[in-house]
């Protein structure tokens, strides 16, 4: 009976947001309107969409279930994320606007040449697969401990879901859900599940262990294993198709920066909230043979209403994020790729990435490993030419350096990941990272003739 209370809570939101979905889509009249919500979104817009998109299945099952099975140092999870929002917003945020572009792939293509920005287009799209294949994961693992259904049938229903949702209203729709979903994120996550499961195992806390509770590292997370965790997240913060798509949305560059500004403040409330919801879930329920599990199980404990709010707040986060990574991918699939501006390009660029995702999933079957994969490819491929190229003018950077930097650093990552026994295959960005600089340094334009 709880749990058909808890689902019917559940449903509600969902049919909430379909509704909002389908009512926004009348505002998507051209591409603009689709894909960037005719560049209308002031800072707290902005704000709202970015922090709704970025606390994904990463900053929740995750990085929740690390810290349940790991200790405290796998905040870094969230915490790197907070920061790289941070610094994008005082540093890069208002670049982005000013490039007036659609996509990332296009201000690469604009910094370097038509390569690159295929070169780029291809990577992203790898990415958004498997960052969409994440989040369908994720929010499996939400729906698992409430329904008696198979794992593969759910994916199926979410992957469906996702598709639909976006398919219907693209930037608009994503965006103002996204206010939704970040007001009942904020709500049930920090202000409801926080406080109520941290008070409850507020007396078994103490019983921890030290190294549990021990940060920034512990025996389970060292050095390296933190330095790699911190960069993969930090750095697709600083450089993010999804965020960008965003920021292009803005009103002005005064309002991108300071929007991305406050998304990484609230990014960082977030990250301490799902902190003290995982290990509040340590001492309610230890012992759990899947740690990703933990957030959700913790949560169902509570009234059947509150854990049915609760778990809406966490499905938001991933349908937030889902959207927003398939629009994105539909876009450039339509802009850079196909070099079409058009909607219904977009629409089926987005089915076909929603199928690629569902299949990634069904595949991998390890939501920690996917989250791996697409990081660190992402990190190590694309995000050092993007950065060296913002500062073209101090770095003289080239397109040959770019593509290579690309190049390299992707299949470095890839190659790491796969064929190096664990742990050290968790440390893949940071060998990828360094070798992608090192064609950036080495094909520069000449000073003197740049100047």
Known sequence: MDNTIILGVIISYISLLIVIGIYTSKKAKNSTSFFLADRSLNKYFIGATITATTVGGSATIVAGGRIYANGLPAIWYDLAGAFGLIVLGLFIANKVRKTG???????????????VRLASSILIIITEIAWVSLLIQAASLVLEVILPLEYEILLFAITAAFIIYTIIGGQYAVV???????????????????????????????????????????????????????????????????????????????????????????????????????ISALVLHPGLANPYIAIPTAVVSLSPILAGFILAAFLSVMISSADSCLL???????????????????????????????????????????????????????????????????THVTSKGALWSLILGGIISILWLNFMSDPYSEYAVLPGLFVSIIPLLIFRENKSISE
């Open 101 to 115: 572009l659609f996509t990332l792939p296009d201000i690469s293509g604009k910094i370097y040449d038509e390569k």
């Open 176 to 278: 103002y859900t996204d206010i939704i979903q970040f007001l009942v994120m904020l709500i049930g996550v920090v202000f409801i599940a926080t406080p109520i499961l941290f008070l409850d195992a507020q007396s078994g806390i103490s019983q921890l262990s030290m190294n549990t509770l021990s940060f920034p590292i512990n025996s389970n997370i060292g050095i390296l294993a933190a330095g790699s965790i911190f960069f993969m997240m930090f750095m697709p913060h600083i450089v993010g198709p999804d965020i960008y798509s965003k920021i292009l949305s803005a009103r002005n560059e005064e309002e991108a920066r300071k929007g991305t500004i406050i998304s990484g403040v609230f990014k960082l409330i977030f990250a301490i909230a799902i902190a003290l919801i995982a």
């Open 328 to 394: 994105s991918a539909g876009t450039i699939i339509s802009v850079d790729l196909l070099k079409n501006k058009n909607i219904n390009i977009s629409r089926i660029g987005i089915l076909l990435i929603g199928i690629f995702a569902l299949i990634l999933a069904l595949y991998l079957k390890d939501v920690l490993k996917t989250l791996e994969l697409a990081y660190t490819i992402f990190t190590a491929g694309l995000t050092m030419p993007i950065l060296f190229g913002f500062y073209k003018k101090k």
